[in-house]
């Protein structure tokens, strides 16, 4: 029940990621006297945590789990169906969140007059870049995040640089939640997979998510599966999917971090790095 969760806010994230409208004016650097924020959203927050400022977080979604576990943290709902009165009780001088249309949690935390920074939620790395700049600029950690973006753009050179290595640029369908839920171009995993070395089956859909046809994946016929929802035996005992070359050749990922790429921040390199060695030992047996 826990996978098909975090892959329903997977989906989620990646369907309103581009569907952000104008946003209310960013706040300025919060207050140098006690800082109290409360962070919506989990990718949000590991970058509060990365930026050092992670002793002043003072709530979080139910689905983050403090890194450095120096101190339990309040746990205040998810984004569509958070606690108010409990952030409010909080008093925090900062709410940070993703704008999500559908929601009216930002309008109403506004009504009760907390301080909200609202930020779209990333499609690429250039705009993950931004929203580590952005908040690092509200919590007065600029310079800590210019050197986590600097670290970021090196690495992301590196992989890069492998990528070329490749004989040739394989295909993955990636399954983010059942029934063969998926990611489309508009997501800053299809560009990840594309800087790895390889490409995202259905990055010609334009779209940040869609649910696939089984038919249509069997026809388009990935070279390599990762999965987020099933065992790569289930996905060998599905009708059909024998004729698959992931399939055929064992080329399916279910052991994979989905946080590394799924979360829009800093971590996503790491998820990259590892993505990348992955695909490299795959296609080596070729």
């Known amino acids: 029940m826990k996978k098909l969760i975090g892959g329903s806010v997977l989906i989620l994230l990646v369907t309103f990621a581009i569907q952000y409208t104008r946003l209310a004016p960013a706040p300025a650097v919060v207050s140098q006297g006690e800082i109290r924020i409360v962070s919506l959203a989990p990718n949000l927050t590991e970058i509060l945590f990365e930026l050092g400022v992670g002793e ?11 890194p450095s576990q120096a101190q339990p943290k309040e746990k205040i709902g998810d984004f569509f169906n958070p606690n108010l009165e409990k952030i ?36 690429s790395l250039e705009e993950i870049y931004r929203t580590i700049r ?12 210019e050197a986590i973006i600097d670290n970021m753009e090196k690495r992301l050179l590196a992989v890069k640089e492998r990528s070329a290595q490749l ?4 295909t993955i369908y990636i399954e983010v939640d059942l029934p063969t839920w998926t990611i489309g171009k508009k997501s800053f995993i299809t560009e990840a997979f594309y800087l790895c070395g390889a490409r995202n089956l ?18 388009r016929n990935p070279d390599i599966i990762l999965t987020y929802t099933v ?3 289930v996905i060998r005992e599905r009708p059909g999917w024998d004729q698959i070359k992931a399939v055929q050749h064992g080329r399916i990922l279910d052991d994979f971090d989905r946080d590394l790429l799924s979360h829009g921040n800093h971590r996503l390199i790491e998820g990259m790095e590892k993505l990348q060695i992955r695909i490299f030992k795959m296609m080596s047996e070729e």
């Open 167 to 170: 004989s040739r640029r394989p």
């Open 56 to 66: 002043q977080v003072v709530g979080v979604t139910n689905y983050f789990t403090d």
């Open 202 to 219: 259905f990055d010609d859909v334009e779209k940040a998510a869609l649910q696939a046809s089984r038919e249509t994946i069997i026809t």
């Open 231 to 233: 065992s790569a035996s």
């Open 88 to 123: 409010v009780t909080l008093k925090p001088t900062l709410v940070i969140a993703e704008h999500w249309p559908s929601s009216r949690t930002v309008p109403r935390l506004r009504e009760f007059g907390v301080h909200v920074l609202e930020l779209p939620s990333p499609t």
């Open 134 to 145: 952005k908040v690092g600029e509200v919590v007065d950690r600029s310079r800590r995040a």
